[in-house]
């Protein structure tokens, strides 16, 4: 006897009642069933096996993340829960200041690269889902609060394009204010309570506010004449504050989401006054802005500084010399401390300041080229991105030991799956 016909003959259904005037018809049911299994037995040898292990068991999401590979146009999916590299996604165009968003679900990534070019990434397939090319040069995107529209603020030709999150089919496309004949330069795009987009328009000095209740009739709350030059942009954690930085003018433009009929006023106006600048060699980023201790800390453009202002009033209460031109600045997520990294071409160093005592703590030295700073979700661990040196470095937040270093190919941007629940992220 076979040893599928074990198999069916393991069953007692099919072997009781078979008496002589039913021989027949028990055999051919006997046949049938074997056929059956010889059919399941051959399907599932013919099943493909996934090249990604990941693939082939339950898991979830919350413990990866993804490190551009600004050179190579690449991404490296790594895990936190035992800091290792899983797998590398290729093909996703020009990274050179890519940033991205994920679904509410975490298991898709948004990427935006600078070719313009608006990528789908599945974290559990580590696939490259799907890629559009949507404008000639893109600054970053914003997903919106139900999760079904993705946002991206373009250089060139300027303006906001939205998709949809499925598909990546365009939604809608909102022109900018032109300036000298050419659409405004679109920066600062973030996401806000309500469905909305909020961003600001580099050439015009305006913020938008667009409503994106009905994506197909997109309702626009324009703001003229903020500052010069608005250069970056952040939203408050809570989603009711969104401040864009005056590349033009000492300050920054201020706007209380609640409170649209008060528009926008200007914070810390003149902080540099009476001082010289100095060049600026890279614009610093409000993203991942940090705030601890009713305190917001803030890079100064121009200046060795991080500016420190109170969240009630708006208004500077300090400042802290630091080793060169912040960047980043960013609050560990539980506040505590506070870390800088710096532009071109002092980049080799990262400095910690107490969020309580305003002192700096720690000045660690990585290497050339500390483009990016991620912490895991609750702040033991800070992943840094040293770009000469081809290396992620892991440190411990509490001593700042080196715990780990990873092999990743001009690594810049670094993000954890945990911003899928957080507004402006």
Not at 119 to 127: A, P
């Amino acid at each position: 006897m076979s040893w599928f016909g074990l198999v069916l003959d393991g069953s007692p259904r099919i072997n009781a009642n078979v008496s002589s005037g039913t021989r027949d018809s028990g055999l051919r049911t006997r046949l049938r069933f074997r056929w059956i299994a010889l059919s399941g037995l051959l399907l599932g040898l013919a099943a493909p096996i996934s090249a990604d292990p990941l693939a082939t068991k339950l898991r979830g999401t919350g413990d990866l993340g993804l490190i551009v590979e600004r050179a190579a146009g690449s991404l490296q999916r790594v895990e936190t829960s035992t800091n290792s590299i899983l797998s590398r996604i290729e093909g996703l165009g020009d990274l050179s200041h890519a940033s991205l968003v994920y679904s509410r679900d975490a298991r898709f990534a948004y990427v935006f690269g600078r070719d313009g070019g608006l990528s789908k990434v599945d974290l559990l397939e580590s696939t490259l889902v799907k890629r559009v090319v949507q404008s000639g040069n893109s600054i970053g995107g914003a997903i919106s609060q139900d999760g079904k529209l993705i946002a991206v603020g373009n250089y060139e030709p300027g303006g906001v394009r939205v998709f949809d999150a499925e598909t990546l089919e365009l939604v809608a496309d909102l022109p900018a204010t032109p300036v000298n004949g050419k659409p405004s330069k679109v920066v600062g795009l973030v996401d806000a309570p309500g469905n909305r987009f909020v961003f600001s328009l580099w050439d015009a000095n305006e913020i938008w506010v667009a409503d994106m209740s009905d994506p197909k009739a997109p309702q626009l709350t324009k703001f003229t004449d903020i500052g010069r030059q608005p250069y970056d942009a952040l939203i408050t954690p809570d989603g009711r504050y969104y401040i864009a930085g005056l590349f033009g003018e000492d300050g920054l433009a201020l706007l209380d989401l609640w409170q649209l009929d008060k528009g926008v006023r200007r914070i810390l106006p003149g902080y540099g006054k009476g001082e010289q600048p100095l060049p600026v060699y890279k614009m610093p980023h409000l993203e991942g802005w940090a705030m601890a201790d009713d305190k917001v800390f803030l890079p100064a453009i121009g200046r060795h500084e991080v500016l420190v202002v109170d969240m009630r009033s708006w208004e500077e209460v300090g400042r802290i010399p630091v080793h060169a031109q912040p960047v980043f600045v960013m609050a560990r997520p539980d506040g505590r401390q506070v870390w800088v990294n710096f532009a071109f071409p002092n980049n080799e160093k990262v400095q910690v300041i107490d969020s309580l005592s305003l002192q700096l703590i720690h000045t660690m030295e990585p290497g050339k080229g500390v483009l990016h700073m991620e912490f895991e979700p609750r702040g033991e661990e800070v992943w840094l991105s040293v770009r000469d040196l081809d290396k992620v470095q892991i440190y411990a937040t509490e001593d700042f030991r080196l715990l780990k270093e990873l092999p990743v190919d001009k690594p810049s941007g670094i993000f954890f799956t945990d911003r899928a629940h957080k507004i402006g992220l």
